[in-house]
């Protein structure tokens, strides 16, 4: 079975600074992983995605993510956020192959604060 | 552009009503999900699809049931609400395998059962 944990439900900074949103997984078989924002009232959209290859990714408005399989770990960073970053962002993992091809499971969510 | 709406944005039902959410993608996606999202669980599946008449079961499937009988068309029944099923309900769908795998989405029925 797979599992995703964000670390920290509720991340507050200020506009400017650096943003760091945590995700660790678990998973039996290599996983493809994803960030997900969602903006008030909206639903999800897609920010990056890793699924083979170069291990830094870079999503849209500025996000990147690395993938680091030896600590299970897939965190959203953006060097300087902007107070249209203020949303609800959820980390999930599926794997390849199997029934459950296409299965997204979902971390509980981070909502990001942006303060001026 | 990708499009997947929702028959309604928000809902409201009284207990023990029978309830139908409709889910319809433009995209000719094979896949087609329910998800129910709820403040600190993040998003839960409920049903899946991957083709005209097929589905399976999710984490959450139970008090649920779900029809597909076009290919762009996913629906969610409520067969007896209870307020426990208050709650956010997205759709999704997506291209089965091969490749890069993401899930587009829809915007999302809040449903609220008094």
């Known amino acids: 079975a797979q599992s995703v944990t964000q670390l920290g439900s509720h991340v507050s900074v200020s506009e400017g600074a650096l943003v760091l949103l945590r995700c660790n997984y678990s998973s039996s078989v290599p996983p493809y992983l994803f960030w997900y924002v969602q903006y008030p009232n909206q639903g999800l959209q897609l920010l990056l995605k890793y699924t083979t290859g170069a291990t830094l990714v870079k999503g849209i408005n500025g996000f990147e993510a690395e993938f680091k399989k030896s600590e299970t770990s897939f965190h959203l960073t953006k060097p300087s956020a902007h107070m249209s970053d203020a949303a609800e962002y959820f980390c999930a993992v599926t794997k390849a192959g199997g029934t459950s091809y296409g299965k997204l499971t979902f971390g509980q969510g981070t909502i990001l604060t942006v303060h001026p | 552009d990708v499009k997947v709406t929702q028959s309604s944005r928000y809902l409201v039902k009284r207990t023990g009503e029978k309830v139908f959410l409709e889910c319809v993608q433009d995209?000719?996606?094979?896949?087609m999900f329910w998800y129910r999202q709820d403040p600190g669980l993040g998003l839960r599946l409920i049903y899946f699809?991957?083709?005209?008449?097929?589905?399976e079961k999710g984490d959450i499937p139970e008090g649920y049931s779900v029809s597909r009988e076009k290919k762009e068309r996913f629906s969610l029944i409520l067969e007896s609400a209870s307020t426990n099923q208050t709650s956010m309900y997205l759709c999704a769908s997506s291209l089965p395998t091969a490749g890069p795998l993401a899930q587009y989405f829809g915007p999302g029925t809040r449903l609220t059962v008094l």
């Open positions: 995209m000719d996606h094979e896949n």
């Open positions: 699809s991957y083709d005209v008449k097929m589905k």
